[in-house]
Nanobody, 119 residues
Framework: QVQLVESGGGLVQPGGSLRLSCAAS????????MGWYRQAPGKARELAAV???????NYRDSVKGRFTISRDNAKNEVYLQMDSLKPEDTAVYYC?????????????WGQGTQVTVSS
């Protein structure tokens, strides 16, 4: 079992930056792919960025060049650096841990942190 706790959300002006953190407990994150998802009001949850257990990263097109995902396995933490924020980045951001072992999927979610981009 993995418990995930996000932090770092808040209100920021367009063009500003925020750094989200996700702290894990209960299990080491070393073997998990870690993702940051987001959900805006009235919209479906979408994947913003993902980092594999090997350190490879991938981003949705709308955040490429502005967001950076990273992980510190020694601290059991994952981060999302968000720069040049836009009003359309406003959403609740969720941390996710996923791994597959044989035919079993292990999928864990944090409680979310609100990011609001507004002047």
């Amino acid at each position: 079992q993995v418990q995930l706790v996000e932090s770092g959300g808040g209100l920021v002006q367009p063009g500003g930056s925020l750094r989200l953190s996700c702290a894990a407990s209960g299990s080491a994150l070393l073997s998990y792919a870690m993702g940051w998802y987001r959900q805006a009001p009235g919209k479906a949850r979408e994947l913003a960025a993902v980092i594999t257990s090997g350190g490879s990263t991938n981003y949705r097109d709308s955040v490429k060049g502005r967001f950076t995902i990273s992980r510190d396995n020694a601290k059991n933490e994952v981060y999302l650096q968000m720069d040049s924020l836009k009003p359309e980045d406003t959403a609740v951001y969720y941390c996710n841990a996923y791994r597959r072992e044989w035919t079993t999927d292990y999928n864990y979610w944090g409680q979310g942190t609100q990011v609001t981009v507004s002047s």
